[in-house]
């Protein structure tokens, strides 16, 4: 496997960004954590710095490898420092916003460094063929909360060259995390496999059953957590908006159709545990 240099940079700094950075920091890795809203970059910053004081009260890591840990990061609202062997986009779920950024990081870069998207939905392929280096294009998909969440999906390309995924690959396994490589199609494989789950889960709700019923029905399956909890973990932004793209990029199925309930939460701001309401509410 190729060697990885000791440093990365995470752009967008939500609560993927914020994660994927604490996890890189955690393992050693100098992070530089950028975006251009500074009340996002201090909010990512008050994010790590809480889950790291939990984790050494719990008694999981002494002040001294706490403050090492935040002496990895750098935290940067100039996209000039945003420089790396890897670079991973985490930003909103917008595919022209994504191309820009990479367009603007590839300038910076070159053709050196290695430009993964952790996009949970949208086309690998059509960043690569809008990058101007899409041999070094690909995707890594992590899973929320990503300090947590063992497996890592990464997304070649017809355009990937070999050497990108196999250096992806050793990165994940170094963060402490289990790689899975798959082509780029609608919803990866997760995403794909788990959308009817949700879906269903919704039109049960849409047909007059309680969410805490349901909820609770799956969890006495074997399920540990039930499809609106997780949800609201993950986001109801986010799952609306996988749910939405895949669900065109397959031709716009009826089993596939996004419920309008999920509609009304993002509409309402009601996004789950990061907006303290979605379909249950949460203590700040």
Known sequence: MPAINKTICVCGAGTMGAGITQAAAQQGFAVILYDLNPAVLQQARDQVENNLQVLHEKQKLSLAEKASIIENIQWSGDINQCRAEIIIEAIVENLPAKIDL??????????????????????????????PFPARVAGLH????????????????????????????????????????????????????????????????????PIPVIDALMTAAG??????????????????????????????????????????????????????????????
Do not use: W
């Open 102 to 131: 990479f367009k603007q990081l590839a300038a910076i870069n070159g053709p050196t460094a290695i430009y993964a998207s952790n996009t949970s939905s949208l086309a690998i392929t059509a960043i690569a063929l809008a990058h």
């Open 142 to 209: 992590f899973f929320n909360p990503a300090t947590l969440m063992k497996l890592v999906e990464v997304v070649q390309t017809i355009h990937s060259a070999d050497n990108t995924i196999q250096t992806l690959v050793q990165l994940v396994k170094n963060l402490g995390k289990t790689p899975v490589v798959c082509n780029d199609a609608p919803g990866f494989i997760v995403n794909r496999v788990a959308r009817p789950f949700y879906i269903e889960s919704l039109r049960l709700a849409e047909e007059g059953i």
């Open 223 to 284: 399920f540990k957590m039930g499809p609106f909890r997780l949800m609201d973990l993950i986001g109801n932004d986010i799952n609306y908006a996988v749910s939405c793209s895949i669900y065109e990029q397959m031709g716009e199925p009826a089993r596939l159709k996004p419920s309008f309930i999920q509609q009304e939460k993002v509409a309402q701001g009601k996004l789950g545990r990061k907006s303290g309401a979605g379909y249950y509410t949460y203590s700040a």
